[in-house]
């Protein structure tokens, strides 16, 4: 039980009872939650209260509460506007003086956190966009798939290490998408220095939790071999703009690389609760609980956000030994569709009961 609730993590809270399912290998290869007890249609299997690292998308920041997530466009607004004053709350904006006081005392840890997006927006500014490409640190998207390894990419990274340890380095441009993605590891970076400083000798377990998903560096760098040079740019990025109480986070790339290996295949998107069927993305969070339900075409489990926390509620009797699967893609897209879409973002080829009868292939 200790481990299943190292896995789950700080962020979550079970319930009926914990015991009513548990985390072990599939036969596809990973980890999957199965039933230990028959499980009634339209239980709580578990709420994540609120995620390990999150970003708003900077086009949305005025509309979206950085606390609660309540997006303006809900409550007939255009924008919130409640906001903490100076520069230790940039960049957050809030639907209520409850969640900007929420936020400063759990987010923005000595002003943090608004700090840094002072920092990133203003290295932001300077930056010129290049007319050419960017420029290529590593030489990965030149290599056929097959050879790209953990030594080479290892390597990759070494070499980026070294570069942005001389003065004067400079730094890249960054696009919105590799802003947005340098803010959401700004906030991780912030949440494991406050655990640390809290308790600096237990350390933080939920940088522990966090450490135990899925890691996809290589699946990622394989199927997408430009991302490579994205992250590195991205790392020296925030080696540029780092607080000095956090520079320590990122004298090395350990850290943003382990980050960067489980953001892909394991972040939720947070997408307005629009019910018209045109909900739009407005950011995403990483939930370390939430993260170890597989995918199913058929899913047993949905997820529902509640303001600021995901909650997994079965969608039918679960009998014991069942997998509990939420869907990770559009159940009413064709089956094709879910395939290419789950083997591009989730690295795999889904052999689910409905793939194999769409597709006729006989079980077994
Ligand atoms: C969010 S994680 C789920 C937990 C993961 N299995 C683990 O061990 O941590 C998503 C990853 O799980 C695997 N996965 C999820 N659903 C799957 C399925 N139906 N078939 C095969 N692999 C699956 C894929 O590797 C995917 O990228």
Redesign the pocket.
Known sequence: MSSLLLHLGQDSKATPSISAFHLKT?V?????LFATERIPNNTLLVTCESPYATVIFKKFRKEVCGHCFAYAFESHRNTWSIKIDGQEGNGVWFCTVECRDAWAAGQNVEGLQGLMNASVDKLAKSMKQPKGPSRTTSLIETMRVEDITVDTHDLAWKHAEEMYARPGYPTDFLDELELDTVRFLVSAIVKRYFEEKKSPDAGSSSWTALLQ??N?EILHIRSKPHMLDSHIRIYGFLRKVMHPVLLPYVKTCEMVRAILARDT??VFGIWDMSTKGDSEMLGWSMYVSG??????CSPNVVKKRVQKSLCFITTRDVEIGEEL?ISYVDVEDRVAVRRDELSRN???D???KRCHEELGIANG
């Open positions: 599939t596809y290869g990973g980890r999957g998903l899925q996809n295949g394991n993260s170890y339900f597989n995918h199913d699967c989730w690295y795999f889904c052999i689910c």
